[in-house]
Structure formats: structure tokens, C-alpha cells
T-cell receptor, first 111, second 112 residues
Framework: NAGVMQNPRHLVRRRGQEARLRCSPM?????VYWYRQLPEEGLKFMVY????????ESGMPKERFSAEFPKEGPSILRIQQVVRGDSAAYFC?????????FGQGTRLTVV | DQQVKQNSPSLSVQEGRISILNCDYT??????FLWYKKYPAEGPTFLIS?????DKNEDGRFTVFLNKSAKHLSLHIVPSQPGDSAVYFC???????????FGTGTRLKVLA
């Protein structure tokens, strides 16, 4: 059973471009979470999704950020018109219940 | 509003001694607590958890203590090993929410 897979591991985008971060949860896990870690900070909750549904997006910035977890395929975190402040490590986690397993993260650098 | 706080950003401990990492929370609805360990450039790795019906959970060298009245939990590592050097995050959730609130982490350095 492979762990939570995130790709790409590193992503460089110019200001104004779009960033797409992918997360494949562990087999059998129906809960997916996205967290962001800014430099020298802890992990900040962004969004919690179940298949085809956003359950809690209270941590998502209101503009430019969106997330989905389609019936088929990975969960996608999409950041439109990236700015330098979006540079961070983005972690995805999945769980069957209360215990979440994290992926290796995607480090986004906006230049 | 920081609902989960780790007030010590760093901690240094001699190899073989006990490491104690602390975590405080403010939300009385939290009833499930976890500790994760994180190495640089890697994702957090689950270490140990405790639910609010218990006040102690032990797994090998790692023990987590929960004091509900003080809204405080701690992670004890004994004996500490150099490979334990990492950033440790505590996290809390309220049952049924599946939403984890993380502390800012404590960087543990175990000196050989």
C-alpha cells in the first residue's frame, strides 16, 4: 500500500502563472486534507475534502485558491495568478478515520 | 487565534537523557491529539496519538501525557537518540471534524 503521493515535489512558477499541485491519497482513504507550511511556521490547515465534496475550506484564501477531489483521480490544489507570498511547502494528508498520513509535500517557489 | 501552541521553538538534549516536548491548547472541544515528527524536506510522520478518554499512551521510547484540566499535553522521549533530532508538531482535532490544528513545532536536537 503506497503512501500518500504528491507531485511534483518541487514547482517553480513565475508571478502570475498558475500552480497545480496533485495528491493521490492512500488506497481506501476517503478523506483528503491540504496544509501549507510557510517558512519558519507550523502547518496551517487549508481545506478538507471527501470524494467530490469540499467539507471545510475555512483555511483557504478567498481568492485564487481552489481545491477538488474528483470521483476519479487525484486531489488537486490549484493556485491561480501566483504571487511571491504563495511560496511555501504544501502538504497533503489522507485518512480513513482520525489518523492522517502525510505526503512528502510540494515545495512551491514563486519567482 | 492560535488554538494549539508549542511555546518552545527549540530544545537541546544530551543523548540518553529524556526529551520533554510540551503543547497547550485552548479549544475544549478537542478530544484527539497527535504528535508528528518532521525531517527537513519531508512530510510529517505520525508518531503517537492520544484520545481524551486517556491520560497516557506509551509506544516504545515515546509516551504522551494528556492533562485535560490544564489543556496540556507533553511528549516524552526516553532515552533520546541523535536520530530523534527533528521538528515535532502536536496536532489536535475535535471528534467528527477530521480537521487537524497544528502547533508551530519544536525543533529537537539530540546531542551525541
Amino acid at each position: 500500500n503506497a503512501g500518500v503521493m504528491q507531485n511534483p515535489r518541487h514547482l517553480v512558477r513565475r508571478r502570475g502563472q498558475e500552480a497545480r499541485l496533485r495528491c493521490s491519497p492512500m488506497k481506501g482513504h476517503s478523506h483528503v486534507y491540504w496544509y501549507r507550511q510557510l517558512p519558519e511556521e507550523g502547518l496551517k490547515f487549508m481545506v478538507y475534502l471527501q470524494k467530490e465534496n469540499i467539507i471545510d475550506e475555512s483555511g483557504m484564501p478567498k481568492e485564487r485558491f481552489s481545491a477538488e477531489f474528483p470521483k476519479e483521480g487525484p486531489s488537486i490544489l490549484r493556485i491561480q495568478q501566483v504571487v511571491r507570498g504563495d511560496s511555501a511547502a504544501y502538504f497533503c494528508a489522507s485518512s480513513p478515520d482520525e489518523l492522517a498520513f502525510f505526503g512528502q509535500g510540494t515545495r512551491l517557489t514563486v519567482v | 487565534d492560535q488554538q494549539v501552541k508549542q511555546n518552545s521553538p527549540s530544545l537541546s538534549v544530551q543523548e540518553g537523557r529524556i526529551s520533554i516536548l510540551n503543547c497547550d491548547y485552548t479549544n475544549s472541544m478537542f478530544d484527539y491529539f497527535l504528535w508528528y515528527k518532521k525531517y527537513p524536506a519531508e512530510g510529517p510522520t505520525f508518531l503517537i496519538s492520544i484520545s481524551s478518554i486517556k491520560d497516557k499512551n506509551e509506544d516504545g521510547r515515546f509516551t504522551v501525557f494528556l492533562n485535560k484540566s490544564a489543556k496540556h499535553l507533553s511528549l516524552h522521549i526516553v532515552p533520546s537518540q541523535p536520530g530523534d533530532s527533528a521538528v515535532y508538531f502536536c496536532a489536535a482535532s475535535a471528534r467528527g471534524t477530521y480537521k487537524y490544528i497544528f502547533g508551530t513545532g519544536t525543533r529537537l536536537k539530540v546531542l551525541a
